[in-house]
């Protein structure tokens, strides 16, 4: 019996295991063979798991049946260890170059000279030096995909961009005509430092780039199509109110989007019998699955946030400052975000799906959580299994007080302490048993959580639910300008969710207030709908 194709998740694509795109259809393929026709060296980046090296894989297969060219793969992430070594870095690389080249091209004799030549030749040259050999004794012009350049750092970087620097002017006899760097990041965010002392960026040690493209998501037609593979595989449908919710859970990241096909067909054992149409409560359960499993692909978010770069930014998105001020959020730290796959900037700065919006407080806030002590869920539901919500808000009011000094120092996001604690405190309280959907935003100047409690414990999430509506505001001028535009945003939400309950919750953070005065709650109305607000 044939072995079922399936959605991967690990590793370069293969068509004849996995669902898959045409990833050269991904690319402006006709001007990528522009670029290498006319001797160009570029950029090709994209974030982590969304298909650069089954691209890369793709364009050598491509340019070597072509005939036009010699063109070999090679990845350098393993001279990642020699850090800012250049005596251990570059031949590292070099090693693991020439082993591709033979590999993909069969190349003896380039691996003879190597062998018999590369202890004589200084790290400075060696790279420079492997390039021209093979140039010129190819019998087709060079071209050489070169992945994981980023991952190099220090000195060891330096030279590898100086040193094919060097070469470009020998172009195409005795160099590559055309070479692609491919990373995470732009060459322009490649930061090499020395002792703590940043010292240069890659685009002054690589100023030869032609141009740097970008690989974006699947739209949503690849989206919905790669997951259709499955039903033209195996004839098992799916329900159509899927897709939807799709495309908003992943706005197209390919490791969300196969992942969740993997948990939703084969993950989930009874969906396994193909006979079995999968439906939307299917799908929603598959999602809750991966976002609490913290896959490999989720929990390295977590390291991302520690960078400083990406911290500046995401703490104004999920501590809901003002806008961009200049010298706050530096435009360069947005697009670095945005080449990392964290957010998208158009139509406007946001957390790029709805995945990560769930996926990154979790993880800012994980230890948090886990340390809430004396507060269980069964506490704050009623005997018709509603959420009580003012006793809910009343002990985070306590529990704030208590504790967000001390809590809101165990931060790296401090700017976003208040709003993260509440998160982490209503996580506790209702985890395993609803959902709390998050929206942030640059400019917007909130946090709107959407609570959805399952009023049946027989049907769960897919019975009857109650829908609460919490809007995070932080004040930092007079209170009651805050509460006509907070009252106004809460209405808003609440119209736009369909939720039937609606709190407004105020942060002070003036040092000089007393806790008394801070701790408030009061019952206001915007329109007609009733909206409890509270203060702490």
Known sequence: MPLERFFN????????LHYHLDPLHRLDWEELQHLIATQRYFVLHAPRQTGKTTTLLAMMKALNTSERYACAY???????????????GIPAACDALVNAIDLYLNTPELMAWYSATKKTLAPQHLLTQ??????RYSPLPTVLLLDEVDALVGDT??????QIRAGYAQRPEFFPQSIVLCGVRDVRDYRMEQEGAQVITGGSAFNIKATSLRMENFNQEETVALWRQHTEATGQPFEESIFPELWLDTEGQPWLVNALGHELTWKNKAARDRSRPLTLADYREARERLIYSRATHLDQLNDKLREPRVHSVMSAIIGSKDELRSGEVKPDDVQYVADLGLIQTRPSIRISNRIYQEVIPRELTWVTQSYIANQEQSWYVTPEHRLDMPKLLAAFQQFFREHSDIWSEGFSYKEAAPQLIMQAFL???INGGGR????????RKRTDLFIEWPTDPQQGMYGPLQRIVIELKIQRGALDSLLAVGLEQTADYTARVGADEAHLFIFNRNPDTPWDEKIWQRQAHFGSLPIQVWGA
Do not use: M
């Open 9 to 16: 998740t690990a590793g370069p694509t293969k068509p004849d």
């Open 74 to 88: 090679a990845n350098i992430e393993g001279a990642q260890a020699a850090r800012g070594d250049e005596t251990q």
């Open 130 to 135: 492997v390039l021209q050999h093979w140039a």
């Open 157 to 162: 970087l330096i030279s590898l961009l100086r």
């Open 427 to 429: 996580q506790r309280i």
């Open 436 to 443: 709390i959907n998050r929206e942030y935003g640059l400019g």
